[in-house]
Structure formats: C-alpha cells, structure tokens
T-cell receptor
Framework: GAGVSQSPSNKVTEKGKDVELRCDPISGHTALYWYRQSLGQGLEFLIY????????KSGLPSDRFSAERTGGSVSTLTIQRTQQEDSAVYLCASSSRETGNYNEQFFGPGTRLTVL | DAKTTQPNSMESNEEEPVHLPCNHS???????IHWYRQLPSQGPEYVIH???SNVNNRMASLAIAEDRKSSTLILHRATLRDAAVYYC?????????????FGSGTKLNVKP
C-alpha cells in the first residue's frame, strides 16, 4: 500500500517568508509525528498528534512553528518568518496504536527546506 | 529523557557480522529499546525493538544486557545495502511515549 508522502520534496524560500509543509500519513494511522534533521545531525522531535487528543507540541523550537492535523489525517507544518537556521530536512512519520506493532514509525521521504 | 550513547562510526566488511553497541545507563524499567536506520537520502526505517529479552527478526538481532544498561544490534551478514546511520532509541511505555530521541547515531560503512 501507499506509504507516508510529503510535499514538496524541496522548498527554497527567502528569509522572512512563510512556508507550509504537507504530510499525508498512511491511511488509518492515528499517530503522526514531525521531526527536523539538520545536515549531518540526528532527528529532532517537533510535534506529535494522536487521534483527537491535544497534540504534544513540546518539541517546537519557537512560536514561529505550528502544525495542524485536519480530520485526523493530513498534517501541515507551518513556519512563519523563516530564518536561515530553519534550513533542514523536515520528516513526517505515522504509526498505529490500534493494531499490529504500534512501536514502528513509518517515515516519509522528507521535505528539504532551504532558507536563503 | 533517558539518552543513549553510540560510536560515531563503524566499518565492516561485506558478508561479515556487525555488532553495533549502544549504552543507555539511565534507562528506566518501562523504557523500550528501539533501533532505526537511515539509508542515504531516505527517512529512517524501523529495524527492531525489545524490552528485556533478546529479539530476532528478519533484519537483525537485538541483544540486551541483563542490567539493561546496554544493548547490541547484530547484523548477521552485512551487505552493501546495510550502509546507513543506525539509531538506538529509548521509548517510555508510559511516560514520554510520544518522543523518540534519535541522537546522532552510528554511521556504518560496509566495504566490499
């Protein structure tokens, strides 16, 4: 079946502009995660959605970052007034707690964001 | 959050076994040990996880020390396709269930 998809695959923007990154999780997966990976670094947790519960936003680095998940499916990560230090690969993952191995997160290919 | 310590890099020859170590001395009793790997230019993929007992699956084996303060991911016969960054992660069963702390991982190079 279809895996996690993310769009765009690459985004180049100018400092100060807003950007929106999209994630389509695997159908039926109730959990959705956003991570950020700077060049040569490990993954940094940003935010977590689980069903209709309030999201865990504890990893968002500043109030310029926000995310929403509509209808328990598609998620959008928004970065306002982008800065050069926001340049990174943004990864989305989904998992299911209802059935099977809920420990396994399925990752999308990521969106590479470059802020000039 | 409990953290893990891994070597920055390791090298292996193709067709030979690889033992990737991970120290997690501050692990709590309810933390699961997870391993993910990230192939070049891809998102991470799940490899294996365990709590106390050693675990085997089609990709690898996970050996967990009796005191659970360390673990070893074992690739029985390394292939060129196994060249990746391997992340050892602790995940709480009750607390911090949402958060996977990936750290910087071990970059595995496989020589033909």
């Amino acid at each position: 079946g279809a895996g996690v998809s993310q769009s765009p695959s690459n985004k180049v923007t100018e400092k100060g502009k807003d950007v929106e990154l999209r994630c389509d999780p695997i159908s039926g997966h109730t959990a959705l995660y956003w991570y950020r990976q700077s060049l040569g670094q490990g993954l940094e947790f940003l935010i977590y959605f689980q069903g209709n519960s309030a999201p865990d936003k504890s990893g968002l680095p500043s109030d310029r970052f926000s995310a929403e998940r509509t209808g328990g499916s598609v998620s959008t990560l928004t970065i306002q007034r982008t800065q050069q230090e926001d340049s990174a690969v943004y990864l989305c993952a989904s998992s299911s707690r209802e059935t099977g191995n809920y420990n396994e997160q399925f990752f999308g290919p990521g969106t590479r964001l470059t802020v000039l | 959050d409990a953290k893990t310590t891994q070597p920055n890099s390791m090298e292996s020859n193709e067709e030979e076994p690889v033992h990737l170590p991970c120290n997690h001395s501050t692990i709590s009793g309810t933390d699961y040990i997870h391993w993910y790997r990230q192939l070049p230019s891809q998102g991470p993929e799940y490899v294996i996880h365990g709590l106390t007992s050693n675990v085997n699956n089609r990709m690898a084996s996970l050996a967990i020390a009796e005191d659970r303060k360390s673990s070893t991911l074992i690739l029985h016969r390394a292939t060129l396709r196994d060249a990746a960054v391997y992340y050892c992660i602790l995940r709480g069963e009750i607390y911090n269930f949402n958060k996977f702390y990936f750290g910087s991982g071990t970059k595995l190079n496989v020589k033909p």
